[in-house]
Each structure stands twice: as C-alpha cells, then as structure tokens.
C-alpha cells in the first residue's frame, strides 16, 4: 500500500524544527476566514465612505473613513498578534480576566470615568485620552475566553445543574453591569454567546430547557409583571425602541422615522441598487444614523439585492470558518471560544440586519466590521485573531 | 508564542455529539440568514417599486410655475385686463409643525399666520384639513399679499412659520378700474361647482380660472398651461437641485369687439343719464351698443358697476356683503344681459311689423286718437291726453300715439293664433340672444295664451283676454325683454332683416402676437318680412327723431339721421322706466343703441340723450354737455 497523505504531512512535521517558523505559520492559517475578514473590512470602509463623503459639518470627505482605517490598522495587528500567542496558555489566567472584565464595567458605570451619551443618560465609554474604549465591546471577547476556560474545566461537572447554574451567574454579574449603563443590545448578546457555548459544551437539555424558561420568565417579569408594579426595568425610550420595529407607522415621524427610512432606503434599491454613493435616503440624510447602526441600510440602497446577498455571503463565510474551528479544535476550550465568538456575530448580524429590515427590534448592536466605531471593529479582529490561533495552535495539524 | 506540536487524538473530554451540536448551531445560523435573505427579496425585488415610490415622494417636491393668463384687448389694441406680479402665502402640510407632536408650536403657527394674513384661525384650520389630503402639495390660503410687511415677516420668522411657502404668482390688473367690469367679468379659484363643468374637467382643486364674463366664456384661450418644476430636497426640506423644469405656456390674448373709447362714452352717457334722472329715483341702467351688420358689440355698459380689482385675491366678504346689499342696487348683475324690462313704446315698431306683415294694418290705415281708447267697458289712456288726432302709422311710430296700437292690439286679438306673438318672436324676443357670455337670463318672455293657461291662478286669470293683447301691443303688461334682445332686434330692422348673435370676442393672439384665431359673425336668422314693410317701420322711426317726433329735441342739431323710438315703461309700483332705441346713420346703418334707465322717467328726456351722447362719439361729433329736451 503506498504512503497517504497523512502519512507524508506527519513526516514534514517531523521535520519541523522547534520554535517559531514563519512558514509554518503561515501555512496553518486559515486563509478563508482572513481573506473574508479583509474583504467585510474593506466592504465596510467602502460603505462607510459612501455613507459619510457628503455630510457637512466634516473638514474633509474621508473624516470617518481615516478614523475607521485607524481603527482597522489597530485590529489587524493586534489580529496577527493574537493569531502568534497560543490560546491555550491564556486558559490559567481566566480569573485575572474576568476581574478585569468587572472591573471595566464598574468604571464605566462610575460618574466622571465612564462617559457617554448624555442626553439618553447612558455611559458607554471610558475616555482613554487618545481614544474612547467601548467597555462592552471588550467585555464580549474577555467574557468568552474566560467563560470558556471555566466551562472547558468543568467539562465533567455538566450534568451537575449546580455547575450550570454557577456558569450562567457568572455571566449573569457583567451582563448586569452592561445592562445598567443601560447598552441593553450588548446585554443579550452576552446572553446569546452564553447559550452558543453551553450547547457546544454538552449542556443536559432539560437543563437548557429550564435556562430558556427562566429566561421567558424574566423577560415577562421585566417589560410586562413589574412594570405593571410600578417598577421600571427599561427605560421609555428603551420600550418604544424595542417595540415599535412592530408597527413603524403609528409613529412614522418619531420613534418609527428611522425603522421607515431605513426601510424605504433597503426597498428602493431593488435588485441592483441606485448605485454606490447614490442612494438618496443616504445622501438627502433622509436616514439618520446610516454611518452607525443603519449603515446596512446604505448598502441595500445604493448596492440593492446583490450587494445586500453578498454582504449576507461574507458574514456566512466568516461563521462557517469559525463553527469549522470549532468542530476541529483539539480542546474544549478552543472549541468554546470559537463558538462563542460565531454566536456573537451571528447574533449581531441578524439583529442588526433583522433591525434595519424591520424583522427586529432596534436594540443598538452595530453590524460587525462594518458599522463606524473603532471599538467594536477592533474587538471583531481581535476575535478573528483568537479564530486564527486556535486554527493555527490546534486546528491546522488535524486537517492535514 | 512557541508554536506547539499538534496533537492529533481527539480530547477526551468530549462526547460523540459534538459533531451534531456544533451542526446544529450551524443550521440555526444559516435559517437566520436565510430569513434575511429572504425578506431582503421579498423587499428589494418583489415590493421594490412601492418603495422607491415612496422615496421619490420623500425627495421630490413638484413646484408648479404658474403660466401667466392672456392679455384682453379692446378692437384696438388697448389693454382692458393685463397681469401682475403677485405674492401668494400657501401651506405645505408636510413640512409644518405635526398637531400631534407639537401642538403648542402647531397652534402658535396657525394663529400666527391668521394675524399676519389677517385671516380667522378657524379659517385657517379649515384650509389646513383640506392641504392635509396632499400633504406634498402648496396649498394657497391667502393671495397677493403684500410683500412689505406680511412677506418679510413671514420669512424672517421662519422657525415660527414652518412650512409656510410663499409663491409667485400672476394676478389681474385693470388699468381702467371700474371699466367695462361686467362683459370682462373676473376670475377666482374654481369652485368644485366649476370643476364639475365639461369645460374644466382637466383642471384640478384650486385652479384659477374665469368665473364671469369674457374672462370664463374664453378661459380656455386666455388661461395658459401652468409648467412645473421638479425639486430634490433633503430631509430638512432643503432644495438640492432641480430635476427638471417645464416652462409654462402662456395663454393666449383675447381681443374683443368693444372699442373703448365708446365703451367709455356709453358709460358716462349712462351716469350722466341716470344722474340726470336722480330726483325720480332712478340708480340703475343699461347702455348697449352694436354694429346691425355682424352682432359685433361696440359697447356694454351696466351700471351701477364696481371695480373689478376687488376680486383679486379673494373679495372680502365685508365687501361682498356691501354690494350685494338692496342699497347698493346690485352692481354684480349686467343689466344688459340679465335685466328685464318692459319695452313700453319702444316696442311699436316690432308691433307694427307683425301688424303688417300679417296684413291687420297697411300703413295708410288711420285711427282716430283723442285721448284714450274705450273697449270691453275699459278706457286705455293715452299719454298725450290731448290725444293725435287722426293718424296714421307713420305718425303713430314718430308720435308714439298710443290709441293707435290700442286699435292695432285689438284688430291682432281678433285674428286667429297669435298673430303678434309670433310676429314679435321672430326678432327674437322671448329667447335667448347666445352672446358670448355666460348667464344670459333665460326669463325674458313674450306673453300669450298658453302662458296665461300656466301661470293663471283662477279660471278667469288663465284666459288671454282682449286687454292683455292690447297692453303687449304698446310693450306693456306681461312682456319682459333685456336691452341685448332690443338691441338685436332693432339691428335686424336696421339691417334688413338679418338676426345676428351678438358677440364679444373677435380675435385671439398667441404670447407673440400672431393671429391664431378669428371669431366669425353668426346670423341666427332671417326675419322673413319684406323690405317694403321694414322700411315704412324705418320710416317712422326717422320720423322719431325729425320735427314733429318723441325725441326731436334729444336729436336737435345732430348732424346724422337717427332712426329710433322713444319708450317710457310702466313698472308699478316704481316709477317708470325711460328707454330709447336708435340706430345711425337711418340710410345705412353702422351702429344700433339702446339705452335703458330704471326709473328714469321719460324715454324722450332721459334714454334719448343718452344714446345721443352715445352716437356722438361714435361719430365723433361730440358736443360738450348733454342735451336736456323739453317735449316728450
């Protein structure tokens, strides 16, 4: 029988010398899922010129492309940084992170520290100086790696309900802390990257049975039991953002204008679009916020169908190359990070896009990579990063 | 940052289903997507076209440029009705303040806008519910306002006055004022009653267009074709740039058959007439003018009138209420067209006619006047209570003697049909003239049996009696004519026997001059009577004007023959009413008149001057001050 393949890739291992080889390296990345990234980040940095070239009040057309690109230059190397260092190692300092973690938040909530946007009276940033940290952004990353390590280590206590009980309130304390500043959007995307990883991990399903009750339950106490008591979980503005995705015209010049606008824009754009830099909800900023959370929006105006399918497209091909790394990953851990960072965009680009296409609520959460926020586009390459190292650490040998 | 050697064995701490779990989420994740994808085909591709209507809606404003309205000229080219610039204030609903979300600003935007446009807040309200159903559209709720102070005010508030557009527009100007005002008539927004009309159908809701007069009869030629432009705005409702630009297509100028220098002398002659007559009472009367040979209309006038600038804009309906008042004996209504008159004596000749032409009389038959005629235990009296002594029909006419026509009026009662009826119809009374304009009375009547037979409340008032045909044959009693039926009527006479419609529009001109339309005279019809018989009528109506006749002293001196006949018309319980018909010159007719003063008097003292005046300058052989004559 003559030599397989596999047989000749563990030869060529062998030959590898210890320490770092930039070849190896190089070759045991995965190149699909960072050259998708680099295509959504370019996509984005397109869009965004698009969206923003015209405003009025900016001293030159590229104001936010610059900005966003400094962002992008940040996050790729912090990407290739990230993608070097072996997830692995990071397991044993999960405790150090996820007080890190609270410790971001709490500063956040903290008057003069933490700062934001006064005229809803929410605190989302810390001013860092040279720029502003979107806590919550970070927090998604730390929260997974540190969750994951604590799962992967409990992987023998999962028919314990204890045991999940503990993990759910150890996600439950930040996804608070997020809550109260009040960036509500972040908070569910906790909840959903918590729920991503406990399937992954083998959760007993009458256990994700009661998660998902205790869930519903909260949900009713929160918008429907005690507000009828006289208590208010969500702010007013918080409700009518969350509800009126429903029925955009009983307030079509208010609350319900930019669920309309947005939709007018995504509608008119047909199959082909208006064209890249002509969309006129875009443009006559008929569409407010198309530069932030609505910039889906623009691409469906000015792009149409197809750039709407390929965008889609992109998203997909990211998250297939994470679940994969998920599947493939040596370890536990490796496999819990993966998919907790696929749970976190998938759940972000559907709600995010469900947003704008008037299927869910408006809940804030930016459209990864492409939104304009240097936080959030660092924090997605930063995870990409982690996607990198765990294929390169514990995936690249066993698709050999 | 070593990389490690791979292990290769599967970690232990897994179970088998990790494969399926992980799977799971993947299918989750592409039934997310999927939904997308599938709402993004159901929105871009199959409901695409209503939401690019809605964005075109969203970006697009339409601003109609107004085309301006045709020049109307008299037969020589003076500008009786031209345009001028004007500013119009309008509602755009969809860029003012919400009265759901902002009330408070909303209300203080609509009582703002009332006191600076001095308008009623319920008004407003009201014209702002009517521009909520085209919420994209300006809806004008004040025109021609001033631009200092009522424009600037508006514009410098602009926070205040949200969505408040002001517009250019063209509005009508009469360089001559109170001048000719009923035939030019005036225009105004169409009212859904005018929407309704054949004519208007293609105009919409707030359309400007001729409600009297010319001005409605040719609204087609006058009124152009409004162009528009297409505006991109942004959300804030900021123009961005035009789309596109149709300019509009001025209307065409209308030249009409008035001459206005007669025009003007008719309607001096009228109040120089009327004032003349004032201590009996008289406050109204109608002079019209026309050439026998064609029906063209030389001159109109009806008084009292008004000035036709006070519909511009909208009249005020204080002013409204003014001149509709009893005391301002109804200026808005065209006597020439719309009053009806007995004809009294003025209706002789037209009697005589009948009379002849159905042989009742041959012009050497006499009757013997002394006063008064007694028949049927009744005494008609006649105004010369002298009486004619015997006379014949020539002297009759120029006499006016009335004991004659009493004889005629019974001879023609005993003749079987309607002898005079018929005979009087056939110049047209009773029926409309079909002048061009609009709101011709339609109650004009010449009395007979079969109108008896209607209107009569007992058995005995439903009889045509001997006495109602002796009354019509002095014009009296039940007979109702306008002076536009007189005048057509006498023109026939005048002109052998033709009946012209009688009209007001001659050419149309397009924006640069050329002649694009020719109005052709239109014969209604021929009288049938011979000439024989037409000229002995004429005959004695020169004798009018001669020594000897009514208005001898009316036409003292006046170097043309004038055929005409004087009439002094009872209307109880007002005092009677002076006319006169007359037409210039006897031999060969150019010009026909007839002039009518309510309450007026006598037809010789009153009307005849009056159409004199009219003659004169016509012939330009005026005098200086109006002839007062002495005999009737």
Redesign the interface.
């Known amino acids: 029988m003559a030599p397989s393949v596999k047989v000749l890739q563990n030869a060529r291992e062998r030959r590898q010398p210890l320490g770092f080889s930039l070849g190896a390296y190089l070759r045991s990345m995965d190149w699909i899922l960072l050259l998708a990234t680099l295509s959504l980040v370019t996509y984005g940095l397109l869009m965004l010129y698009s969206a923003t070239h015209a405003d009025t009040n900016i001293s030159t057309p590229f104001f936010y492309v610059r900005s966003q690109g400094i962002g992008l230059v940040i996050g790729f190397a912090f990407l290739m940084m990230i993608s070097v260092i072996n997830y692995k190692r990071v397991s044993r300092w999960r405790t150090y992170i996820y007080a890190f973690t609270l410790l971001l938040l709490v500063l956040t909530l903290v008057p003069h520290i933490g700062a934001g946007n006064s005229t809803v009276g929410a605190n989302r940033w810390i001013d860092l100086r040279v720029t502003r940290l979107q806590t919550s952004e970070l927090a998604k990353l730390l929260l997974i790696i540190s969750l994951a390590a604590v799962l992967a280590e409990g992987t023998a206590l999962r028919h314990r309900l204890r045991f999940v009980i503990i993990c759910v309130v150890y996600l439950l304390v930040p996804t608070a802390l997020v809550f109260l500043q009040p960036d509500l959007g972040t908070a569910l995307v906790f909840g959903a990257i918590l729920i991503c990883m406990l399937v992954v991990w083998g959760i007993r399903l009458p256990h994700l049975g009661a998660l998902a009750g205790v869930s519903l339950f909260a949900a009713v106490l929160a918008l429907r039991i005690l507000p009828a008591l006289g208590i208010q979980v969500l702010k007013d503005y918080q409700l009518q953002r969350l509800t009126i995705f429903l029925d955009p015209e009983r307030d079509p010049t208010g609350a319900g204008y930019q669920l309309t606008q947005s939709k007018i824009a995504i509608g008119s754009g047909m199959f082909t679009g208006k064209g890249y830099l002509d969309g006129t909800q875009t443009h006559l900023n008929f569409l407010p916020e198309h530069h932030t959370d609505f910039i889906f929006a623009v691409v469906g105006e000015e792009l149409g169908f197809m750039g709407g399918i390929l965008l889609i497209g992109l998203f997909a091909v990211v998250v297939w190359r994470a679940f994969r790394i998920a599947r493939l990953s040596d370890d536990m851990y490796g496999r819990l990070i993966a998919t907790g960072i696929a749970g976190m965009l998938v759940f972000e680009v559907f709600v995010n896009i469900g947003m704008t296409i008037g299927i869910m609520p408006v809940t804030g959460i930016p459209l990864p990579f492409m939104s304009f926020g240097s936080s959030s586009l660092v924090v997605n390459l930063m995870a990409i990063g982690i996607l990198e190292s765990i294929h390169v650490h514990s995936v690249a040998g066993q698709t050999r | ?11 232990t ?3 088998s ?3 399926m ?2 799977g ?3 299918i ?3 039934v ?2 999927g ?3 599938f ?3 159901y ?3 199959l ?6 209507k ?2 075109k809606d ?2 697009i404003r339409e601003v109609k440029v107004e085309a301006p309205r045709g020049v109307i000229y008299d037969r020589n080219g003076k500008i009786l009705v031209e345009n001028r610039a004007g500013l119009d204030v309008g509602l755009l609903p969809m860029d003012m303040y ?1 009265p759901k ?1 902002a009330p408070e600003q909303f209300t203080a935007e609509i009582d703002g806008l009332a006191k600076v446009l001095n308008l009623d807040s319920s008004e407003l309200m009201a014209a702002y519910t009517k521009a909520k159903k085209d919420p994209y559209v300006t809806y004008v709720v004040k025109e021609d306002v001033a631009e200092n102070p009522t424009v600037a005010y508006i514009k410098e508030h602009s926070e205040l006055f949200k969505g408040i557009q002001v517009e250019n527009s063209y509005l009508r100007q009469y360089p001559f004022g109170a001048f000719a005002t009923h035939l030019l008539g005036y225009v105004g927004e169409a009212s859904q009653n005018d929407l309704d009309q054949e004519q208007f159908s293609t105009l919409t809701p707030g359309a400007t267009l001729g409600k009297d007069g010319v001005e409605r009869k040719y609204d087609s030629f006058l009124r152009g074709t409004d162009g528009y432009k297409t505006v ?5 409702g900021r123009p ?1 740039r035009v789309v596109e630009d149709f300019a509009p297509t001025p209307g065409s100028n209308l030249w009409l058959t008035i001459s206005s220098d007669l025009q003007q002398a008719a309607e001096n002659a009228l109040v120089e007439g009327i004032q003349l007559a004032q201590a009996n009472g008289a406050a109204g009367g109608a002079v019209v003018a026309m050439d026998p040979n064609n029906g063209e209309i030389l001159a109109m006038a009806s008084f009292p009138d008004y000035d036709p600038s006070l519909w511009v804009g909208g009249m005020a309906s204080v002013k409204y209420k003014e001149l509709t008042a009893p005391q301002a004996h109804f200026p808005l209504y065209d006597r020439v067209i719309d009053g009806l008159y007995p004809a009294g004596s003025t209706f002789k000749p037209f009697v005589a006619t009948a009379a002849l032409a159905a042989g009742v009389i041959t012009p050497e038959t006499t009757f013997d006047c002394k006063g008064s005629y007694k028949a049927y235990f009744q005494t008609w009296k006649d105004w010369e209570a002298k009486g004619h002594g015997t006379v014949n029909l020539l002297q009759a006419i120029a006499e006016s003697c009335d004991v004659y026509f009493y004889n005629v009026g019974n001879l023609l009662y005993s003749q079987s049909g309607p002898v005079l009826q018929d005979g009087v119809r056939k110049f047209g009374f009773g029926q409309t003239t079909g002048i061009d304009l609009p709101g011709e009375t339609t109650g004009s009547r010449v009395p007979d049996k079969y109108w008896k037979l209607e209107v009569g409340k007992t058995a005995e008032d439903k009889k045509w009696k001997p006495g109602d045909e002796i009354n019509l044959a002095i014009g009296q009693g039940d007979l109702l004519v306008t002076p536009m039926q007189m005048v057509v009527a006498l023109s026939a006479i005048a002109n052998g026997g033709t009946l012209w419609v009688p009209h007001l529009g001659w050419l149309i001109t397009d924006a640069s001059g050329n002649r694009i339309h020719q109005f052709e005279s239109e014969k209604r019809g021929e009288l049938g009577i011979s000439l024989d018989i037409l000229d002995i009528v004429r005959q004695g109506m020169l004798g009018v004007t001669s020594e000897g006749g009514t208005a001898y002293g009316a036409f003292k001196n006046f170097p043309i023959a004038v055929a005409g006949k004087t009439g002094t018309a009872q209307k109880l319980p007002e005092k009677d009413y002076a006319l006169f018909m007359g037409y210039a010159p006897a031999d060969k007719p150019e010009i026909a008149v007839v002039a009518i003063i309510e309450q007026g008097g006598h037809g010789s003292s009153v009307a005849a001057p009056v159409v004199r005046r009219v003659l004169e300058a016509y012939f330009h052989t005026g005098s200086s001050s109006i002839i007062i004559p002495t005999t009737e």
């Open positions: 940052m070593i990389l490690e050697p791979i292990r290769k064995k599967r970690s701490e897994d179970d289903f990790i494969g779990r992980i799971v989420l993947l989750v994740t592409f997310l997507f939904v997308i994808a709402r993004l085909w929105m871009q591709v409901s695409g076209d209503t939401y690019v809605v964005a969203n970006r919400d979300k991109e705005v942004d959300a804030a961005k």
